[in-house]
């Protein structure tokens, strides 16, 4: 059965600094990964997937995710942190591609940016 | 504007009087998806749609019905609701996946249902 994980509950940066926010899953066969990022009062938003290929995914908002088959892992980066990429973050992944798999989202991790 | 609507955004309701939430997409996607979040636990899945008149369960479907009979459109229905089933629901929609390629899912602004 797939999973996802999501280890940290809340993360804490200071504006400028670089931020991480952690997903590390399991799937049989290749994995579909996602980050979705969710606002006050807003629904999901996409901020980036990966699929197949290059193992350094770029995405929305400056926002970038590491893929690393070996440790089965999924984290997402930002090089410099805005107060204003304070939010909720979800990861979600899905397995092996037919029409009856459904994308699993992680308990999701609170980014606060600190001013 | 692409956007998934959601009525009514906010809801309070006693336990065992039927309601239903309304969930419709503009941009012609053929799967849509029910999800629920509750604090600790993420979202978790209700019910999907792959296309018109095909729907399945999800992980957690239980005093939960759907219906698919538009495209655009994909009702969530609580026949008989209880404070369980207090939460934030979402809906969602995309293309289908096909062979390689899975599509990023649009999300409605959410419902907040109070079951007292």
């Known amino acids: 059965a797939q999973s996802v994980a999501q280890p940290e509950d809340q993360v804490n940066v200071a504006e400028g600094n670089p931020l991480t926010v952690k997903c590390t899953y399991s799937?049989?066969?290749?994995?579909?990964l996602f980050w979705y990022v969710q606002y006050p009062n807003r629904g999901l938003q996409f901020l980036l997937k990966?699929?197949?290929?290059?193992?350094l995914v770029k995405g929305s908002y400056g926002f970038e995710a590491e893929f690393n088959k070996s440790q089965t892992s999924f984290h997402l980066k930002k090089p410099s942190a805005l107060v204003s990429d304070s939010a909720l973050y979800f990861c979600?992944?899905?397995?092996?591609?037919?029409?009856?798999?459904?994308?699993?989202f992680g308990k999701g991790t609170r980014l606060h940016i600190l001013p | 504007e692409a956007q998934v609507t959601q009525n009514p955004r906010y809801l309070i309701t006693v336990t065992g009087k039927k309601l239903t939430v309304t969930c419709s997409q503009n941009?012609?996607?053929?799967?849509m998806s029910w999800y629920r979040q509750d604090p600790g636990l993420g979202l978790r899945q209700i019910y999907y749609?792959?296309?018109?008149?095909?729907?399945d369960k999800g992980d957690v479907p239980e005093g939960y019905k759907v219906s698919r009979k538009e495209k655009r459109n994909f009702p969530l229905i609580l026949e008989s609701p209880s404070p369980n089933q207090t939460s934030l629901y979402f809906c969602?929609?995309?293309?289908?996946?096909?062979?390689?390629?899975?599509?990023?899912?649009?999300f409605g602004p959410g419902t907040r249902l109070t079951v007292t």
């Open positions: 969602a929609s995309s293309f289908p996946p096909i062979s390689g390629q899975i599509y990023e899912q649009y």
């Open positions: 799937v049989s066969g290749n994995p579909y």
């Open positions: 990966y699929i197949t290929g290059d193992n």
């Open positions: 979600a992944v899905s397995g092996v591609m037919n029409r009856d798999d459904k994308i699993i």
């Open positions: 941009m012609n996607h053929e799967y």
């Open positions: 749609s792959m296309n018109v008149e095909v729907t």
